[in-house]
């Protein structure tokens, strides 16, 4: 995939989860480059379908047509990202006919990648769909310094995101040599707590409910205590990672991948997160005005 130096490649959420709203953003985006800064740019977009077998990250998301999902992707020319980082995956789960149709349509780019997880289920991936680029989950929830390392230094990954525990340790990350700095691709706008002792459990109940499972939804003790996802809570939390970071921090060290969560948020805050990382203050209203602010909306 081409990546330019000191320009800021985003990763955002929605591939089947928005397309509704991308596929109104996106011509926006195309047409006018004056509304955004000069050296950010969309590197991919990532999601799943909401009966993914393979998916791991959200449970009930995305019911856009595959077909026109590719289509669109293919038209902008951003890569398209599959989200199958299910961690509990087996042999037999490699069958999934719905997964394996969604393979061969998106292998038919050279631009598409998976998030993945299972080793497993890379290697099938390898030997079936030779286009595709693949991308190391932060559902891993690496937080050793030298495993981190070591997942960077794995051939079969284009990018590493790592757990968010990590984002602000400089004194390892500036260690880093270059084309593993090239890998490394921070989640920006976590809201859970860095050091949430529960977040591998939670992301291995997501695995189980995909796979059909009944179980409850795990109740973190030490993430989102008061309720649901707030961007301003977001940004209070250590790992946060703002524009000024990325421009005045991450950029001079080398880094220029930032992954912007929200597959299960509405596209009202996706908005926002364009308005917040990518679009120039002065055209904030211009771009709400474009995608549905007009003088007939009525808030309540």
Not at 15 to 25: S, T
Not at 45 to 55: R, T, V
Not at 138 to 161: G, H
Request: proline share 3%.
């Amino acid at each position: 995939m081409e990546k330019t130096k000191n320009t800021i490649h985003y990763h955002l959420p929605g591939l089947f989860e928005f397309y509704d709203f991308y596929k109104k953003f996106l011509p926006l985006y195309q047409e006018h480059k004056e509304y955004f800064y000069e050296n950010c740019k969309i590197q991919s977009i990532y999601g799943a379908p909401a009966d993914c077998l393979w998916g791991g990250g959200r449970v009930g998301f995305g019911d856009a047509d595959k077909i026109e999902v590719f289509e669109l992707m293919e038209k902008y020319k951003i890569s398209a990202r599959l989200t199958f980082s299910n961690s509990l995956l087996s042999k037999k789960d490699l069958e999934d006919k719905k997964c394996n149709q969604l393979c061969r349509l998106f292998n038919g780019s050279k631009n598409s990648g998976v998030i993945i997880y299972s080793d497993l289920l890379l290697k099938y991936l390898e030997e079936n769909y030779p286009n595709f680029y693949y991308v190391s989950t932060t559902t891993k929830v690496i937080r050793d310094f030298e495993k981190l390392k070591s997942e960077l230094d794995r051939k079969d990954f284009s990018y590493v995101v790592p757990d968010i525990s990590l984002n602000r340790d400089f004194e390892n990350l500036k260690k880093l040599n270059p084309s593993q700095k090239e890998k490394v691709e921070f989640l920006c706008n976590e809201c859970c707590s860095p050091h949430c002792p529960d977040r591998k459990i939670c992301y291995e109940n997501v695995s189980r409910k995909n796979l059909g499972q009944e179980i409850e939804d795990h109740l973190c003790k030490a993430g989102q205590k008061e309720g649901n996802y707030s961007f301003s809570r977001a940004m209070k939390n250590p790992s946060f990672i703002s524009l000024s970071d990325i421009q005045n921090i991450y950029l001079p060290l080398g880094f220029t991948n930032f992954k912007i969560e929200g597959r299960s948020l509405g596209s009202a805050l996706l908005l926002e997160f364009i308005l917040f990382y990518m679009t120039k203050a002065q055209y904030h209203l211009q771009v709400r005005e474009a995608l549905y602010l007009d003088s007939s909306l009525d808030l309540f």
